[in-house]
């Protein structure tokens, strides 16, 4: 990762200004939080800073305020951020914060309130930047999470400081570096999910880039119609078969092999446990649904994956929340994470219902890197430049 300067680069901070971004947008129910995931990525970072003698200012956005309100307060995160951090945590309201900013000693470290109570933040208005620069003598982005977003706290501020990459943000930079942009080949992905209108980018982007594509779930359905397959009742976009007909074409001129799923699991309702029966994709009756990839097919994705140096995955390949269509996906999982043990295989994976799917298999730590960016990540799927990632370099 030459490219980014990392905490690494800095020289003696001991009493310097760190502004640093981060991402505290945890979910709360009745004044608690009910995931700390994003706090504890924080912690390497402030750690280490706070440990070197600066002065940690954190950065971040909570919710999405219309206008500046108590429901919108950092305030409400600091008690609980602090208690993850172990060591005292400041709140500094906007409106006293020169003052109090000036009153903190090295090694303290402070929240900042909400960068979206700044109208311009959103816009990335160049004043808004301004305004948080003056705070500090230099910027640590540590929210890759944001960073598919150009706003002053993630984007503008990076032009104005000397900025540095921070350590949850450098692995997660190393990861998918690692996994497409300068991958051991073979490169296999897995992308499966509901539906293809939303992973087109992603798909146009993979074939391109990888030796073979996996395409599972909700989304194999409409590939299978394309080809003049029946799904029956199955969820499908009938409408997108050209697309779909687009994207093979793409994959076969890039000598990308498309592994689609050639037998099924299929019920005739939607809902926990109803009789099922496994059926080649050619025999899918007209009241019939295709909710899981088969076992053969599964069977032969993992030899497929056994050849291959890297693995990156969005989609889980069934509807895996409903008892049996977990099956595939949790087999191909273990699979994945065994090989990732074993040494043979780097696996990246990110999206929403991915982490949910690797954490129901209870192979999350297992897999090389797992992503929680949910936006971010789709969009680096998609081989798109993030805005936050860009203003780090060099
Ligand atoms: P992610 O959040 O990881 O990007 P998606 O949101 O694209 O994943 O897709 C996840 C959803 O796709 C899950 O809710 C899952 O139930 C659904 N799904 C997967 N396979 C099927 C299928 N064959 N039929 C209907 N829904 C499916
Ligand atoms: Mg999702």
Redesign the pocket.
Known sequence: MASFRTLDDLGDVRGKRALVRVDLNVPMQDGHVTDDTRFRATLPTVTELADRGAIVLLLAHFGRPKVPGPDFSLSRVTRPYEQVLGRPVRYVDWEVDQENVAMLQPGDVAILENTRFFGGEEKNDPAVAERFARLGDFYVNDAFSAAHRAHASTEGLARLLPAYAGRAMEAELKALEAALGNPERPVAAVV????VS??LDVLRNLVAKVDYLII???MA?TFLAARGIDVGK??CEHDLRDTALEILDAADRANCTVHLPYDVVVAKEFAPNPPTRIANVHEVAADE????VGPAAVEALADAIKTCRTLVW?????????SPFDKATVQLAQTAAALTQSGSLVSVAG?????AALNHAGVADQFTFVSTAGGAF?EWMEGKALPGVEALKR
């Open positions: 499966g999910g509901a539906k939303t992973k599972g779930g909700g359905n199955s969820l649904m295709i909710l899981d969005n989609g889980p390949l069934g509807a895996f929340e409903t999206g929403g219902d991915t982490v789709l």
